[in-house]
T-cell receptor, first 117, second 115 residues
Framework: GAVVSQHPSWVICKSGTSVKIECRSLDFQATTMFWYRQFPKQSLMLMATSNEGSKATYEQGVEKDKFLINHASLTLSTLTVTSAHPEDSSFYIC?????????????FGDGTRLSIL | AQSVTQLDSHVSVSEGTPVLLRCNYSSSYSPSLFWYVQHPNKGLQLLLKYTSAATLVKGINGFEAEFKKSETSFHLTKPSAHMSDAAEYFCVVRGFNSGNTPLVFGKGTRLSVIA
């Protein structure tokens, strides 16, 4: 089946640093990728949607300059949390789909736990 | 807009007894609905999905869900709970966002299974 790999699975860093999270589709080409954020004991909130080669579409309330998304190839999307602060600590999950068609399933990575000290 | 409401934030059952996790949806269109499970500090696993075919959908690990349009419900059931079923369960609807149709998650129901 389709596999989405997220790296790193867990990262701890100091306040003020920038952190990059990678999301790769291993055995399919992901035209569309989604980034979600999950606070402890809460649901997943969609942050942004990215289509390969285009600028990401951010959900209302998500700062695009804070959360930089790059989807430069059909197998890789990156989320960079710039100048991270403790309030950015969260579980980030990416998801990938083979095309923009809603008929295609959405495959999820295992998530990245980000802790900012 | 598409949305789902999970009616219980926490459900506790004894091992071997039935499981019922409730979900109601709101959709202007014929919805695509899903149930996902998330074990602690893990990603998401798809249990089952409804995409306008059979209204009774069978999924993995003995779970099933029934789409009831008249009740706008998509409840998840399992005849007999196992300890390994303890996890967080999300009811999900496919949304519409400028044509990208991302998945929109409910708030989740934590299932506890008591030995």
């Amino acid at each position: 089946g389709a596999v989405v790999s997220q790296h790193p699975s867990w990262v701890i860093c100091k306040s003020g640093t920038s952190v990059k999270i990678e999301c790769r589709s291993l055995d399919f080409q992901a035209t569309t990728m989604f980034w979600y954020r999950q606070f402890p004991k809460q649901s997943l909130m969609l942050m942004a949607t990215s289509n390969e080669g285009s600028k990401a579409t951010y959900e209302q309330g998500v700062e695009k300059d804070k959360f930089l998304i790059n989807h430069a190839s059909l197998t890789l999307s990156t989320l960079t949390v710039t100048s991270a602060h403790p309030e950015d600590s969260s579980f980030y999950i990416c998801s990938a789909r083979e095309s923009q068609s809603s008929n295609q399933p959405q495959h999820f990575g295992d998530g990245t736990r980000l802790s900012i000290l | 807009a598409q949305s789902v409401t999970q009616l219980d934030s926490h459900v506790s059952v004894s091992e071997g007894t039935p499981v019922l996790l409730r979900c109601n949806y709101s959709s202007s269109y014929s919805p695509s609905l899903f149930w996902y499970v998330q074990h602690p500090n893990k990603g998401l696993q798809l249990l089952l999905k409804y995409t306008s075919a059979a209204t009774l959908v069978k999924g993995i690990n003995g779970f099933e869900a029934e789409f009831k349009k008249s009740e706008t419900s998509f409840h998840l059931t399992k005849p007999s709970a196992h300890m390994s079923d303890a996890a967080e369960y999300f009811c999900v609807v496919r949304g519409f966002n400028s044509g990208n149709t991302p998945l929109v998650f409910g708030k989740g129901t934590r299932l506890s299974v008591i030995a």
